[in-house]
């Protein structure tokens, strides 16, 4: 019974394990074809509008209130993800790792938040998904702006000085479709069927950790070939991707004690802020980068 109960409350990391082997050690291609099929089908992109619709449903007035009202939680996240995550990268750079890896750290920490997996994390820990809901659509709003500057100042450590620029039209009508309309469709038909469905709602965090794990194993399937070939500096990239995160992570802890933010509001501040997206869309637009910065996105 105590293994059950440990299996239950660790069942969404012990997915993401399980993912990770299961698609690295797929030699014969027999679910990273799959994968790589649905990741160029739109794959993600219906997996974001499902959990987005499912946070719509899950979400009550009373914490949609309570999350677009937390002004300064908000205010919070949004300099952990635009200010903290790039000075913590300055510290790293004097260790004068591989040039690629260092880009690649350089181009995670000028990321928003995730589109999903930090609010999902953040319903599952208690936290207000309304406001986790806000960070996203405010930082990734913003990214548009803060994006080129900051990774422009950022490489210049490097010696590179490129201009960085980036389409904003096509990240305003990604939010749009993306998120906001799934997430106010989920929100009306709670209110129109609410008692319809009433014994639904209890499943929609679990349909959103699938819809997660689904979406790692979508993007490692398209990053296993760059991983295995580069196999000599997977240790080196996991290590500053622990070491970051967990840095992150206890900025954010020590920001939201410093500010009085209490438990059920500090959640969404820590996971919002800790949690960066992969840039597959950014690395698209140079494809100079060298292999490492592409793995430690992968990572």
Known sequence: MRLLNLLQKYSFLLGLFLVAVFTLADTRGITTGAGLWLKEHHGPDCVIV?????????????????GLSDIRGTLAALLLIFIVAPLLTLPF???????????GLFLVAVMPTTLSSGVVMTGSSGGNMAHALLITIVANSLAVVTIPLTLSLLLTITGDSRAIEIDQLPIIIKIATLILLP???????RRKLQSTLRPFLPYTVICSQVGILTMVWMALC????????????VFPVLTIVFLFHLALVLMGLLLTRILGIKKGHRESVIFMGARKPCPFPLFSR??????????????
């Open 222 to 233: 398209r990053g296993r070939i760059t991983i295995l070939a580069n196999l000599d500096a």
């Open 286 to 299: 140079f494809p100079s980068f060298p292999n490492s910065a592409w793995l430690w996105s992968s990572a």
């Open 93 to 103: 750079s004097f260790f004068q790792p591989d040039n690629g890896i260092l880009i």
């Open 50 to 66: 499902l959990i987005f619709f499912l946070s719509g449903l899950a979400l009550d007035i009373s914490t949609i209130r309570a």
């Open 183 to 189: 997430l106010v469709t989920g929100i009306i038909l």
